[in-house]
Structures are given as C-alpha cells and as structure tokens.
C-alpha cells in the first residue's frame, strides 16, 4: 500500500495514527463486553476504519457528518467523551439519547454529528438540508454524508444525490463500498462496475479512493470539500474497501468466498500505515505500544465510568413529555379589526405570506409552488416577494424534502412542505414517521417542520387524488395535526403550526378552497392548537366532526330542524381537545363522531372509545361513528357520492336522536 503524505508533517502523522487506532481498539473491547451481555448488538467496523478517520480528519470541526452503522471512528475522531459513547451503547443517561435509542442512532450538535436512524437512506435527505441552510446562510461549509453500496440501491440515495444536483449543494455523498450488504453481493445488488459511473448521469463529479489507505481517503476529502466550499456543489466519493467480520456479530461470515478474508486481511488499514511509519522512522515499535496502552488505559477508564453508571430510570411522564419540544402557545390575536373577505385558499395564502414575513429564517418547499404558484395557487406570487431561494421548486422527490426540512431545522430554521396531494406523502411517509415524528424524544432535535397536505374527496379526482391520510399519523407518536374547516382557523392555525417548533401536518380541504369564503382580519393571528370550538349549539347530542364534515353535519342540521345539536370541530386532531368534547357530552348524553375518512381504524374510532372509558356515566345511548365506505375512493360521481359518509351520516344521525 502506497501512502503519500503530501505535506502532512511527522507530528501530524502520528496524530492520525492515533485517531485510527482508536476504533479498533475499541471495538476488540465492545466484542468482550458483548459477550458478556453488556451491550445488545455490535456493527463492526473492522478494516474499514481508514474511511471514518481519514474523511472526518478532512472535515473541520464545524462542519457536519452524518454517519453510519459501521463509522465509530467518526465518533471518536469527532472526540466524543467515550464514557458517553459507551454509556449510550448501554442505554444509560449518560449517553445521548436518555436510552431512548440504540449504537450510534443519535446526533450531537456540539459535535456537528447526525446520527442514523436505522432506515437506510433517510440521512441522505437530510444532509443535503443541512447543506441547503449553509448556502442560504452564505456559509462555505462541506457536509458530508456517508451510505453503504448496499443502501445506496435506497430510492432515497437517487433522490437526495438528484436535490443536490439541481440545487447545487456542498454535500459529500461518501460511498463505503465494501461489496456486502448484510449477506448479499454487489453484484446482486447492482448492475454498474463502480459508483464512480453513477455521478455523471445526475451532473456531479466523483471520486474514488481506497478507502483502507488513511493518506488516500484523507486527501481525497479534504480536497473534495475544499472544492465544495469555494464552489457549492455535490460531489460523490466511492471509497473501496472490505467488511472483515460479519455484518453484525450474530451473523457470521459464512457467505464469504474463501479466501477472501485472508485476502483482504492483507489490506488492513491500520497495519499498513503502522509498517509505513515504521519504515519511515516516524513509529518505533517501542512508540506504538506506548499509543496502544495509552489509549487502552483510556478506553477502560471510560468503560468502568459508562458501567458504573445506574440503568436508566422509566418515568412515563418523562418519556411522554418528550415527544414533543416544550412550547407554550403564544396566542396572537389581531393588531386592528381590520378584515378582508377571503375564500380558504386566501387564507392559507395570507398566513403563509405573514409567517414568512415573520420567521426570515422559514423556507417553503414543493413542486410547481414558485412561479406556478402550486396546483392549487396556494404559494401564487410568493417568489415575487421572497425569491427563489426562500420559495423553492423542487423535484419530484418528497423523501429527499421531508429529510431536507429536517435538514433546515438542524441549522435552526423552519420549513413549510406543500404536498402536492396529500395522497403523495406516501413517497416521504418514511421521513415523517421514522425520523420527523422521532428526532425530539430520540435526540432532543426540534423538527421545525409543516407539511401542508391537500386533502379530501369529492372532486373526482378518483383513488390517488381523493384520499384522507390524517389518520396514518394520528397514530403516529410525535406529530401534531390541525385540520381546519374554515378561512378564519384556516389562516390562524397555519400561523400557530409555523410559529411552534413541533412538526406538523396542516390538512387542507381541497374542495374548501374556493367554496368557502369569510371575514378574516388582515393582521397576523394564530389560533390555539388543541382546542375545539363549537360551531352550533344544542341539547339533544353532540356531533364531532372536522374539516369537511363540519359543512355536511351544518347543511344536515339546517334540514332536520327537529334536532338540536352541539356541533364540534375539532380544529387540532393531536392533540385533540378531550375538555370540549367532554363537556359537551355531559350536557347531551349522546355522541357521533363524522369523518370524511374511511371508518375503520379513523380518527373516530380513537374517539368513540375514549367516550366510551371516560363518559361512560354522562351517555344516554352507544356512541355513533360515520365515515366512508372501507374502499379506496372511486372516481365516478355517484360512486364517489355513496362512498362519501353524509347521507349515511344524516340517518346514524336521526337513530341517535330518536334512542
Ligand atoms: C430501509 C432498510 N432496509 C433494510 C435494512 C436492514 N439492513 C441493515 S444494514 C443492511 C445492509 C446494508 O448494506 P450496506 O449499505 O452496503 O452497508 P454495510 O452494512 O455493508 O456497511 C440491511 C439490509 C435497513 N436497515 N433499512
């Protein structure tokens, strides 16, 4: 192996010794404490541990790396305190996410390190936000992002190398290309020779390095972000190298050639450069054994502290209160009592354009919304006032943005995320769930980030322009969701989601946009998230519905004059006023629950129980839901009008009644 040290000075050469030693020293350690049963699961990173040091040397302190399964050495050359390190290996609170998550899934800011969440691909995404928020801000800084060969056959890896292209983003996609994932070959898992093919097709330049030479990975870094920092842009690095143990302990290795261990056991990254300094009279063998029990002493010290440490405590209101960053809503009500009448669509339009006035710091993100104005105009002349780097086309890639919008809120800012339909976050459902939804109770990491979802049927648009998708993330811990039925809450809600740190999903109704128009005042306001109002109010039940069902349970009540209702928009379905609707069940003893969404496993069902279990005592007669048929939503209008809950609803409702 040939290492040329270009003007790398003695000191500095053993200085990388060190930092290279370091990870394998560590790891012989974790393969005792896992067979011990002290820690769960071990990723090695043994012979590949040239392209953590080398890359992470070749980044300044400031600028960020997201790592993967098999980068300890990025941690330690990032120098984070080792007794941390091993105490998050043991889910202890020392680590860095109070035990909430395992190995290397987690972030440090004050190491500007974004850990993995166990997806592969989904750092990619994210990355290039990050670097998004440098550019923005006209900081020349490189970030850079680290896949596997096998993860990059991940869409997410298409998507976020493609972003970065057309935005020209000063990202590092650094390959390890170790030519395993987990148990399957290169050459089952792609067609192409090397990944060095793969960055003209989407316009970035590439590198490669071996990754098991330290000299060679270090330069190639090094120059690669000094490039990307003079001028923004992409550049791929494939690092060549071999994964010497098994994919994680418990699997073995058995589906190994023979011989190709030996093979590339004769590459290994660390020997190697120890012979060169050697030869070179830089190393003495007296030297690195000195290195060797100084930083063994070091990791022993670190290990007894992480094992001395008490196992984590559960507190479920700890936990609970975690999910969320801790905000106290500041309700802003209008300056004067100036108002305009607007149609929805206006209003949306109008909040949007104050909280961008507001928050210089937000940034709005979607397809066809800058000079298009979006499919549905909502974003129409925002670029005129904002520009194009605050109102930004994107491609077709809603994973790549999702994860960009976390990006931005690792640097501090706000993003706002037009779906084009609701129905497409399916394309990104994995970043809001696995990493949006996680990122606070995992890493303390605010998700400063509002996906506003056009929603709903009623417009034959058929099955993949119709649905109601708010109740994939009802479920989901860690996302709150407003669902406004109205210009006035359309406007406010939207300033309070953007105003508050947490992510948000912001449902509008499509079919809202131009049909419903009202008197909204024309100064910033915000409407309070999680609280209920009553539309209509009665004695004989309670009906709570949100979003469209608030127009077919109004038009209803107008036809049946015998019925005397309190009628409940919800507003906020997580978190969902339990108060409102408990007060008003009290007084009427009976409830039905209206949703646009299908029946089964809706929102409804959610709230029908919880009715159930705690007001049981005030009820008078079973607790009613209605919703639309268990079938995807058809085109046709009738079909679509029978699919659709409100002439079912009208006859659930006239039953309780009269119960
Ligand atoms: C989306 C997703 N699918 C599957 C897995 C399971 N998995 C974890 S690591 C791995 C192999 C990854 O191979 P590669 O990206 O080449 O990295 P390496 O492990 O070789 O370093 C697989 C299949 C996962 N974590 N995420």
Redesign the pocket.
């Known amino acids: 192996m040939k290492f040329d040290i270009k003007k790398l000075n003695p000191s500095e050469l053993l200085s990388m010794y060190r930092s290279l030693l370091l990870p394998r020293l560590i790891e012989d350690k974790m393969l005792i404490l896992l067979r011990q049963g002290k820690i769960s699961k071990w990723f090695s990173g043994y012979g590949q541990e040239a392209i953590s040091v080398g890359a992470t040397l070749a980044m300044t302190e400031d600028e960020y790396i997201l790592p993967m ?2 980068n300890l050495g990025i941690f330690t050359t990032r120098q984070v305190p080792l007794h941390r390190l091993f105490a998050q290996f043991q889910g202890k609170v020392s680590g860095f996410t109070k035990g909430r998550d395992r190995s290397f899934h987690f972030g440090s800011k004050e190491h500007h390190l974004v850990g993995m969440i ?4 989904a750092q990619l995404g994210v990355a290039d936000g990050i670097a998004l928020a440098h550019q923005l801000k006209g900081q020349q800084k490189a970030t850079l992002v680290i ?5 990059a056959s ?1 869409g997410d890896f298409h998507e976020a190398l493609n972003l970065a292209a057309v935005w020209q983003l000063p990202v590092i996609f650094l390959i ?1 290309n ?1 030519h ?3 148990s399957t070959p290169s050459s089952e898992q792609f067609n192409m020779k090397t990944f060095t093919q793969k960055g003209p097709g989407y316009g970035i330049q590439t590198r490669q390095a071996d990754g098991n030479n330290l000299l060679e990975v270090y330069h190639t870094v090094q120059e690669a972000a000094e490039t990307i920092r003079q001028q923004p842009q992409p550049i791929l690095i494939e690092c060549m190298t071999f ?1 010497i143990r098994g ?1 994680e302990e418990a699997s073995g290795t058995k589906y190994y050639p023979e011989g190709l261990i030996e093979e590339w056991s004769k590459k290994d990254p660390i020997s190697n450069f120890e012979s060169f300094l050697k030869d070179k009279k830089i190393l003495s063998e007296e030297k690195s054994e000195a290195i060797k029990s100084e930083l063994n002493q070091q990791i022993s010290e670190a290990i007894n502290l992480a094992n001395e440490e008490e196992l984590v405590k559960a507190e479920t209101n700890k936990e609970v209160n975690d999910l969320f960053a801790s905000y106290q809503p500041k309700i802003t009500i209008p300056k004067s009592r100036r108002k305009n009448t607007l149609r929805f669509v206006d209003a949306i339009s109008e909040g949007l354009k104050q909280s961008l006035i507001r928050y210089p710091e937000l940034v709005v993100m979607g397809q066809d919304i800058a000079e298009y104005g979006g499919v549905f105009k909502v974003t129409e002349g925002l670029v005129e006032t904002f520009g194009k780097n605050r109102i930004r086309n994107t491609p077709i890639c809603e994973s790549a943005v999702l994860g960009a919008a976390l990006g931005l809120s690792i640097q501090g800012m706000k993003a706002v995320v037009e779906m084009q339909f609701a129905d497409f976050v399916t394309c990104g459902f994995n970043q809001i769930v696995n990493n949006i939804a996680m990122s606070h109770y995992r890493w303390g990491q605010l998700a400063d980030v509002v996906v506003r979802m056009p929603t709903g049927a009623g417009v034959g648009a058929g099955p993949y322009h119709s649905q109601s998708t708010e109740a994939w993330f009802f479920h989901t811990p860690g996302l709150k969701i407003v669902y406004p039925s109205n210009p006035y809450d359309a406007k406010g809600l939207l300033n309070a989601a953007i105003e508050e740190t947490n992510p948000f999903l912001y449902f509008e109704h499509k079919a809202l946009y131009r049909s419903k128009t009202q008197n909204v005042p024309q100064d910033y306001y915000t409407v309070e998230v999680g609280k209920a109002k009553y539309i209509s109010k009665g004695e004989d039940l309670t009906i709570i519905t949100y979003g469209m069902g608030v127009h077919w349970a109004m038009d209803i009540l107008e036809e049946l004059d015998d019925i005397e209702a309190d009628l409940v928009d919800l507003r906020t379905l997580v978190p969902w006023d339990k108060t409102t609707v408990e007060q008003s069940i009290k007084k009427t003893g009976k409830a039905i629950i209206l949703h646009e969404d299908n029946l089964t496993g809706g929102i409804g069902a959610e709230i029908a129980a919880w009715i159930g279990e705690y007001c049981f005592l005030s009820l008078d007669a079973p607790v009613m839901r209605e919703g639309s048929l268990d079938t995807p939503v058809p085109f046709a209008k009738r079909l679509e009008d029978n699919f659709l809950p409100k002439n079912r609803f009208k006859e659930k409702l006239i039953e309780l009644h009269q119960f």
Do not use: A, P, Q, T
């Open positions: 399964h098999r166990s997806h592969l691909g896949s596997g060969d096998g993860g991940e390890e170790n395993w994932g987990l994964r994919h």
